[in-house]
Every structure is written in structure tokens, then in C-alpha cells.
Nanobody, 125 residues
């Protein structure tokens, strides 16, 4: 199973940008669809973005569409989440997750079998 470690979180002012990285160990990364989720203490884990194993397809939640971009570099076993125009409501712990590769991207947590520990993103107003 792939092991995931997120990084890149931090404190940023509203309107600013951050780039999150998710480093994967093992040789199975390229066979996985990857997703980003986020969670606040009072909410369930929420879908943010996902990308297919090839990087050919992406999907975003409506709340981040146009502001966030997910990408991956299979040669580096890394998936990224570029976060622009950040808003205070984006504040959350962001998690990287891996699912079995497929043509379709799933926006629920169920098919994601591997999760990182999360990285905190705080957006000040």
C-alpha cells in the first residue's frame, strides 16, 4: 500500500496562495487515482479535488473550482494542490488520499484506501 505524507500547509492571508504537496512511497503511486480532502473539527471530511492516475482527468468541488488546481508528477511520486485566492472558509486540515485507478473519479471518501496525516491550512481574514 502506498504511504502518503502531506506538506505545504501554513498560515496565509485571504487572497494569498499555497501549494500543498503529497509525497508517496512505494511503486504503486502511478496506478492510483489521487484526491484531496479537507476537514474542520465540526465538519465531516469534504472532497476538494481528484485526479486520475494518468493526470488526464480532474474534478473539483464547486467551492474551489477556478481557484485550486490539482496535478501530479508520477516520476516524483507526488501530487500537488495549488491553492489560489484563498478564503477564510478554506481553513481546514487538508488530506491527501489514494484510490484504485479507474476511468471515473469518485468524490466520496469510500474508495480512497490510503490517507496521509494531513496538513493544516489557515487563512486569515
Amino acid at each position: 500500500q502506498v504511504q502518503l505524507v502531506e506538506s505545504g500547509g501554513g498560515l496565509v492571508q485571504a487572497g494569498g496562495s499555497l501549494r500543498l504537496s503529497c509525497a508517496a512511497s512505494g511503486r504503486t503511486f502511478s496506478s492510483k487515482n489521487m484526491g484531496w480532502f479537507r476537514q474542520t473539527p465540526r465538519q465531516e471530511r469534504e472532497f476538494v479535488a481528484a485526479i486520475t492516475w494518468s493526470g488526464g482527468s480532474t474534478v473539483y468541488s464547486d467551492s474551489v473550482k477556478g481557484r485550486f488546481t490539482i496535478s501530479r508528477d508520477n516520476a516524483k511520486n507526488t501530487v500537488y494542490l495549488q491553492m489560489n485566492s484563498l478564503k477564510p472558509e478554506d481553513t481546514a486540515v487538508y488530506y491527501c488520499a489514494a484510490a484504485a485507478a479507474g476511468r471515473l473519479l469518485i468524490t466520496t471518501t469510500t474508495p480512497y484506501t490510503n490517507w496521509g496525516q494531513g496538513t493544516q491550512v489557515t487563512v486569515s481574514s
